[in-house]
């Protein structure tokens, strides 16, 4: 078949906009994605200005627990980038290394969460107690879900998708550096999740 | 009777601010039928003039057309006319001149599902105290009949009596789910949101038999929620408040 | 970003990549201890925002590559910005 | 990438799971058709109830169940949930997934010059997300309680104490809004990346600009949907009380929420998605009135670049005149000005819009075809819309004309004359694109004057209605006395309405017989210059024989000294 049914810039940049199609999409899904928190965190300041009172975060959540939490996530945006720099200093296995690393900080990620949430249930806080624990649960919940969604996508990269590295590896390295774009947002929302739930 | 108060145009106006909002609707609609016609007739005109026959060819080069750029600048210099010297200084009137508050009748309404608890503060003026708790199918609005304020509130269901030339100022309440109080002839129509007292004021100046409406969706009897609302003299007025109170 | 690096771009890379690490672990640090210190909560939020806007700019900037990022993405991210500020000032639309 | 073997591909490959544009664009059109018929049949049983409140439906009446209908008489449970499904599948099911997915899809590729979406498997999931969103919402009407009844903007506290069927609701949402993501992800890709060599932003059909500006809109104006969504089904769900103020007594009872909330969130969320949607409403339909218009006219469009600074700006401005649907809500003046201005600048580019397409008929030589007919109606019928948005937008005004008639009518006037006509007319004119062959034209004209006058015996009398103070949403329109004197015209409206379906009928037979014995015609039938028509019809997967270079800009009809009277844009040199 002749190059017309070809599509163009999957693994090569288009040379007057200077992207691949993956890394112009992966922008603009982030862009929806900043609309989708910034409804929750409009939502968020709005009930908080409306409410007679506001619990202080840090009186009633885990904060070194948090602290731990972030840490592990800014960790696992690390070996994010690292994994794909390997892959540009075409170390296939340095890859795989980093990217378990930041699947297993994923996993991290949410045992901690599972353990706050099950020690709110224990003390039977619920969404419904009130509209702190309510827009906690829902942003946090949200956020983990994204979190879910990024550690399949990264084993999926880290393992069957990995044999494209093989037959493409130019578009191989921009798959992963499309996760990690969509690894680092999830990261940069918990960045301001943390102290707006946390420590205000 | 009613016959006399709605036809096929806006229904008759009582208000003492309606007029306002009546004379931009009507300035608006004649611009934009004046608008439309003249368009439709050029448009007519285009379609027949430029239609496809034998050795009629399209031009390239269209004409450049200078008048719709001043059509433009005409509507948009209209619409600033209208926001200026209609939409903003009647909502100014409708937002921020209130009457002043010993001048005016106060009233509460509480909306429900579906039904229009009209609630007035009696001879002292003040209303009772009230509560959701105390709220029931006897006690429509959950005055505290403990309260001493309370003692001679009136409230009806349904039935909101105003005296005429006096101002009113109604404060909106809803227990349940958003409504929207509407008094076609006192061109007043108002949110009712839980959570919030949102004041209304207006100022009947003639007697009669109108209706409140519900003008938001709020449930299965949206439709019925309709009441009563009687513009009385004052003496008519006082009389009924009597007949009101609590024995 | 990932059009034809060199290694030694690339290990260049790697210790911004470190360095920025270390500030974003140190502010983290810096941002809940200044939790303890129980500020007026103006001044709290302020702090904490900031903070946590720097950090977010961190990671757009080098992790995501923003800092070298191509000008067909950074047009529409301005956009998104507008918007978003748009969101975030609805809240306070009802007192006004 | 692209799949070289098509050939050995199973049906189901090829047929229903497809990845090709082209198959997903039918695919989409299809079902936003029977999705538009449906919500049109639910509409008219509105209409009986409306026209003749407490009758008994004739003929069908019966075959309805106890939950919906007793003895044919329609119950108010029932009268609301049409109400909301109506609304909801028309906006949501009917007319965008037709307009972006069915015509952008088939479309929008093929006027790049692009062989295919540049995520053909994100394409494919983005219709079968919506084909579920669309199950859910089919199916919440058998749910117990119905399907949702609060209006398709369901405003909460109401929505969050309604029936079962409102989490249907709230979840087929979810899947028509990430549906709606994939897919304006892909056209923004597309329409950046993937057009033909020379095929620059300023030689882009006006029709993609339009599709460009509409997926830009979907992508930041759902989102916030979203959130509200998720918000409103964490109130249902979980028993938070996001939308819910403290102290809600519900039929004299305290409810179980905590309160704290506030129902004008939704509100704001809502309608920051929209106000936005309804430009994803009538951006593409201008976008095929443009098409259609330079190609039958023999002429370029008028002010090209003044219709494309337009309709950015119209986007641009989109996501800041939301609020002036919520006027009533306790707006303070600083607020209502500032929308009710912003508000007043979104007609300037719409008029612009509408002169531009207006005066590109003058000096042309017009063909009056069906889809051609459909095109021009929708210029008149559009103004009518947009003009009566105007007193809407005062909010002064919109204190008596608020949730009256006078809003169905105005925003009817948009997108039933206005967008459908303008749909119609997408598929008389693209569809011997898809199949080869024309549609009737005598059918066609059966099909379009008809329409054109039952439309506005609809649509008008609620404008008169409405000024006459007559409120919608009612199950029983003579409860009120100032809605009596205007009952005559409900009657008037709804035979109208029953009559417009009947001229519908044309249009389904002219479909169908077309699709199989319509009139065989070559690749390029209406003589046009765009790419799509430079492709063999229909088009193979991969669309073109040989990958397209584009010389000029997108209506270069009529030029001096040529021999035909179109250029198309990929012929090398003079014809």
């Known amino acids: 078949m002749s190059d017309a049914a070809e599509i163009r810039f999957i693994s090569k940049p288009h040379p007057i906009t200077g992207v691949t199609n993956s890394k112009l999409g992966v922008w603009c899904f982030l862009a929806s994605e900043v609309m989708l928190f910034g409804g929750l965190f409009s ?92 827009i906690y649960f829902t942003l946090t919940g949200l956020h983990g879900l994204h979190v879910i969604g990024g550690i399949f996508l990264n084993l999926y990269l880290l393992l069957p998708g990995s044999k494209l590295w093989k037959t493409n590896p130019e578009q191989f390295m921009g798959r992963v550096e499309a996760a990690g774009l969509y690894w680092h947002f999830v990261d940069l929302v918990w960045i301001f999740l943390f102290p707006t739930l946390y420590l205000l | ?219 299965l009897g949206h439709y019925r929620m309709r009441g009563f609302f009687n513009v009385q003299t004052q003496e008519d007025f006082n009389k009924w408040l009597q007949e009101q109170a609590p024995k | 970003m990932s059009d034809h690096l060199s290694p030694e771009e690339v290990k260049k890379h790697v210790t911004i990549y470190v360095r920025v690490f270390m500030a974003l672990a140190a502010l983290t640090i810096i941002t809940v201890a200044i939790s303890y210190l129980h500020l007026p909560i103006l001044a709290a939020v302020g702090v904490a925002l900031l903070i946590a806007s720097f950090k977010g700019s961190l990671v757009a900037a080098y992790f995501m590559h923003l800092a070298q990022e191509k000008k067909i993405i950074l047009y529409p991210l301005i956009l998104v910005f507008f918007f978003f500020i748009v969101l975030l000032i609805i809240p306070t639309l009802s007192r006004f | ?327 009533l809500t306790n707006m303070g003046t600083t607020m209502s000005t500032f929308f009710q201005i912003t508000t007043m600048i979104i007609s300037i580019p719409s008029i612009v819009i509408l002169t531009s397409l207006i005066l590109s008929l003058w000096g042309g030589s017009i063909r009056f075809n069906t889809p051609m007919l459909f095109a021009i109606a929708f210029l008149p019928m559009f103004a009518i819309g947009g003009l009566t948005g105007l007193p809407l937008g005062l909010a002064a005004a919109d204190i008596h004309l608020h949730d009256t008639y006078y809003v169905i009518g105005h925003f009817h006037y948009v997108v039933a004359p206005g967008t459908i006509f303008a749909l119609f007319a997408g598929v008389y004119h693209w569809f011997p694109k898809a199949t080869g062959r024309k549609m009737s034209e005598f059918l066609g004209k059966l099909h379009f004057f008809p329409s054109l006058v039952l439309m506005n015996c609809i649509f008008t009398p609620m404008l008169i209605m409405g000024l006459a103070g007559a409120l919608r949403r009612m199950y029983d329109p003579t409860q009120y006395a100032h809605a009596q004197a205007v009952q005559p015209l409900n009657v008037f409206i709804s035979i109208s309405a029953f009559c417009l379906a009947l001229a519908q009928i044309p249009f389904i037979i002219n479909f169908f017989y077309s699709i199989f014995w319509g009139k065989k015609v070559d690749d390029n039938p209406w003589q046009a210059t765009t790419l799509e028509w430079a492709t063999p019809t229909p088009p193979p997967h991969g669309n073109f024989l040989k990958a397209p270079e584009v010389y000029r800009g997108p209506y270069e009809y009529s030029v001096p000294g040529q021999k035909k009277d179109f250029w198309p844009q990929d012929m090398k040199g003079a014809n």
Not at chain 4, 152 to 180: D, E, K, R
């Open chain 1, 43 to 134: 939502a968020y300041i709005l009930l908080r200005i409306g409410a007679t009172e506001w619990p202080h975060g840090s009186t009633i959540l885990n904060v070194p627990l948090a602290t731990l939490n972030t840490m592990i996530l800014i960790v696992s945006s690390v070996t994010m980038v690292m994994s794909w720099a390997s892959l540009a200093l075409k170390n296939f296995s340095k890859y795989r290394f980093y990217m378990a690393i930041t699947i297993l900080l994923g996993i991290a990620f949410l045992v901690v969460k599972s353990f706050e949430y099950a020690h709110k249930f224990e003390h039977h806080h619920y969404p419904s107690t009130n509209n702190f624990y309510g």
């Open chain 4, 1 to 327: 990438m692209s799949d070289h073997s098509h050939k050995e591909l199973p049906f189901w490959r090829k047929y229903i799971f497809s990845v090709d544009h082209k198959v997903i664009g039918i695919q989409y059109a299809v079902t936003g058709l029977l999705f538009l018929f449906f919500g049109f049949c639910l509409v008219m049983l509105i209409r009986w109830q409306l026209a003749y409140p407490g009758q008994e439906l004739p003929f069908i009446g019966s075959w309805f169940p106890e939950t919906q209908m007793i003895g044919g008489i329609m119950l108010p449970e029932f009268y609301y949930q049409l109400g909301a499904m109506h609304g909801t599948i028309m906006v949501f099911l009917g007319v965008v997934p037709l307009a972006v997915g069915g015509f952008g899809n088939y479309v929008v590729p093929l006027q790049i010059g692009a062989p295919d979406m540049a995520f053909p498997k994100l394409n494919m999931m983005s219709y079968w997300l919506y084909f579920i969103g669309g199950v859910l919402m089919l199916a919440s009407f058998f749910v117990p309680g119905g399907s949702a009844q609060s209006g398709w903007t369901s405003y909460p506290p109401l929505s969050v104490i309604a029936a079962g069927g409102q989490t249907w609701w709230l979840i087929g949402m979810a899947f028509l809004i990430n549906s709606s993501l994939l897919g304006s992800v892909n056209f923004i890709v597309t329409i950046i990346q993937l057009r033909a060599p020379g095929l620059s932003f300023n030689r882009l059909p006006f029709y993609v600009w339009a599709q460009f500006v509409t997926a830009l809109l979907l992508l930041l104006a759902f989102p916030p949907l979203m959130a509200a969504a998720v918000l409103q089904l964490m109130d249902r769900l979980a028993g938070t009380s996001f939308f819910i103020p403290t102290g809600l007594v519900v039929n004299d009872a305290i409810t179980h929420f905590v309160g704290g909330g506030n129902p004008i969130l939704w509100q704001h969320l809502f309608w920051f998605l929209a106000h936005p949607e309804v430009y994803v409403l009538i951006l593409p339909a201008m976008g095929i009135v443009a098409e259609i218009i330079a190609c039958n006219t023999r002429k370029p469009l008028y002010g090209y670049k003044a219709l494309v600074y337009s309709v950015c700006f119209v986007g641009f401005m989109s996501f800041v005149v939301w609020a002036h649907h919520m006027f």
């Open chain 2, 1 to 219: 009777m009613t016959q006399n108060y709605y036809g096929w145009g806006l229904p008759i106006d009582i208000s003492t601010h309606g007029a306002g909002i009546d004379k931009l609707i009507w300035i608006v609609h004649i611009a934009m039928v004046l608008l439309f016609v003249g368009w439709l007739l050029f448009f007519v005109y285009t379609l027949i003039r430029f239609r496809e026959r034998p050795n009629h060819k399209a031009e390239h080069h269209g004409k450049h057309f200078k008048l719709p750029t001043y059509v433009e600048i005409l509507v948009a210099a209209f619409e600033v006319f209208l926001l200026l010297a209609f939409a903003m200084p009647l909502w100014n009137q409708a937002k921020n001149q209130m009457p002043p508050d010993d001048k005016a009748l106060h009233i509460r309404v509480i909306a429900q599902q579906f039904a229009w608890n009209i609630h007035y503060p009696g001879k002292d003026g003040i209303f009772g105290k009230t509560s959701p708790n105390l709220m029931d199918s006897s006690n429509p609005v959950g005055l505290d009949s403990s309260d001493a304020a309370a003692k001679d509130d009136v409230v009806t269901i349904n039935q909101l009596n105003i005296p005429v030339n006096t101002p009113v100022i109604v404060k909106l309440s809803s227990k349940d789910v958003i409504h929207s109080f509407t008094l076609p002839v006192m061109r007043v129509k108002q949110d009712v949101i839980p959570g919030q007292s949102i004041p209304v004021w207006f100022q009947a100046t003639q007697t009669g038999d109108f209706e409140i409406a519900c003008a938001q969706l709020c449930g």
